[in-house]
């Protein structure tokens, strides 16, 4: 089921949709709790229900700046330091690939990867020796990888790619453990 979109916009993320709804709710937690306790509405609402929906609202309230960082965790702002080393065994620089048909061509990606663990677990728990790898193709993320071996579909023309070791939390390390190589694609 798909909720129609509040004041966050469609293809917003879900924590923003959440707290859109805790706000609503929290104002009209609200405004039946104060109209109810001035005596100027909501006659047949108890005055134990309207302390009820202060304290709704109150919670609302606290739950708009609560659950935003517990569902889109952003990644730490202390970046750790990695020992590891990251290699392209293949491509070489300067290799060239033959597009089938003048479309895409795979390119076969393998690295070497020392200090280092690739892990399956997103965390934000970050240690130094453990992360995924990260595959751009001129500055574009292609492939995020629990793997040492990856394949690109690369167009025809002259492509850099490179390949960052990155924490448990998809984040760089400080500094940025990386590698990279310029290769060409014909059609």
Not at 28 to 57: E, K, T
Not at 68 to 79: C, D, G, T
Not at 159 to 185: I, N, Q, T, W
Request: include cysteine.
């Amino acid at each position: 089921m798909t909720l129609p979109p509040i004041a966050d916009g469609a293809g917003a993320p879900l924590y923003q949709g959440v707290t859109s709804l805790l706000a609503i709710a929290a104002f009209a937690f609200g405004w039946i709790a104060f109209r109810r306790l001035r005596g100027r509405g909501f006659a047949r609402v108890s005055r134990g229900f309207a302390i009820g929906f202060a304290a709704l609202a109150v919670l609302c309230v606290v739950l708009i700046f609560v659950l935003p960082p517990i569902l889109n965790p952003s990644p730490a702002n202390v970046r750790p330091r990695s020992t590891a080393r990251i290699a392209i065994v293949e491509p070489s620089s300067g290799q060239t690939f033959h597009a089938a048909g003048g479309n895409y061509a795979r390119v076969p990606v393998r690295l070497r990867l020392v200090g280092g663990t690739i892990v399956p677990f997103t965390s934000t728990h970050l240690t130094r020796d453990q992360g995924h790898v990260h595959l751009y193709v001129d500055g574009r993320l292609v492939s995020m990888s629990y793997s040492l071996d990856a394949g690109v579909f690369v167009p025809p023309g002259t492509h850099k790619l490179l390949a960052e070791y990155v924490a448990v939390d998809h984040g760089p390390f400080d500094p940025p453990v990386e590698a990279s190589v310029v290769f060409r694609v014909t059609g």
